[in-house]
């Protein structure tokens, strides 16, 4: 059947047919680049951590002092699909608020969706005790606290430039006795505790609460058969 032979109704259902493909196609650009926009354009946080620590060098005394080298490794994690060029930041550790050892991280430049190792050796020391007062005679465990703010820029496809600040907020337990690191704990971990306990204890006094109901319930039951 040629287009002469076609009647009326056939060429308007071929020309609707059409006019939904069209716009079939149409909708499914338009789909394709809002996904092409959230997934590839969408700047990511930009992660910093400490990934591994050294200890070398441990010395205490009695008056609570200690002086210690930590060679330390820290990453840097960006998740976007550009580069991502950090300025000159400084992680501080700190002993019970005060400030004992810090070091540079210089400028640098991370790959897109890669991670990027450092390796620094940081010095830390502690001289006198005698502003915490006293009643610490000795040192088992040394517990730092270690921070850092990175400020810098995500570039991606020579069009976006967004700027990202990395927060790096942890704390490390030194062992005094095996001169290692035990555990090292972020904020995040320590806010993630916190609410799952909170969560399980809600649980546990909703379960008892439902108990004690039934409880009352069962025993209204039992009376009511009693008297009859």
């Known amino acids: 059947m040629n287009s002469a032979t076609r009647s009326p109704e056939d060429n308007k259902r071929r020309k609707a047919r059409w006019r939904s493909y069209i716009i079939g196609g149409v909708?499914?650009?338009?789909?394709?680049?809002?996904?092409?926009?959230?997934?590839?354009?969408?700047?990511?946080?930009?992660?910093?951590?400490?990934?591994?620590?050294?200890?070398?060098?441990?010395?205490?005394?009695?008056?609570?002092?200690?002086?210690?080298?930590?060679?330390?490794?820290?990453?840097?994690?960006?998740?976007?699909?550009?580069?991502y060029k950090f300025e000159n930041s400084t992680i501080v550790l700190a002993y019970r608020g005060a400030r004992v050892g810090e070091v540079e991280l210089g400028n640098g430049r991370v790959k897109a969706r890669s991670v990027k190792?450092?390796?620094?050796?940081?010095?830390?020391?502690?001289?006198?005790?005698?502003?915490?007062?006293?009643?610490?005679?000795?040192?088992?465990?040394?517990?730092?606290?270690?921070?850092?703010?990175?400020?810098?820029?995500?570039?991606?496809?020579?069009?976006i430039r967004r700027r990202k600040l990395a927060e790096m907020d942890c704390a490390m337990d030194v062992d005094t006795k095996t001169q290692s690191i035990e555990e090292i704990v972020t904020r995040n971990s320590i806010s993630n505790n916190l609410e799952d306990r909170f969560t399980r204890s809600k649980d546990l006094m909703k379960a008892a609460k439902e108990k004690s109901k039934r409880l009352e319930y069962e025993k209204k039951v039992n009376k009511v058969k009693r008297h009859f």
């Open 117 to 159: 190792k450092i390796d620094v050796v940081v010095p830390v020391s502690l001289k006198t005790w005698m502003s915490f007062g006293s009643g610490h005679d000795s040192l088992r465990k040394i517990i730092l606290t270690v921070s850092a703010r990175m400020t810098g820029k995500v570039h991606i496809l020579k069009v």
């Open 27 to 83: 909708i499914f650009q338009i789909f394709i680049i809002l996904v092409f926009l959230y997934i590839i354009l969408r700047v990511r946080s930009i992660k910093i951590r400490i990934h591994s620590v050294k200890v070398e060098n441990l010395i205490t005394s009695n008056k609570s002092s200690f002086s210690m080298l930590l060679h330390t490794q820290v990453t840097i994690k960006n998740s976007n699909f550009g580069h």
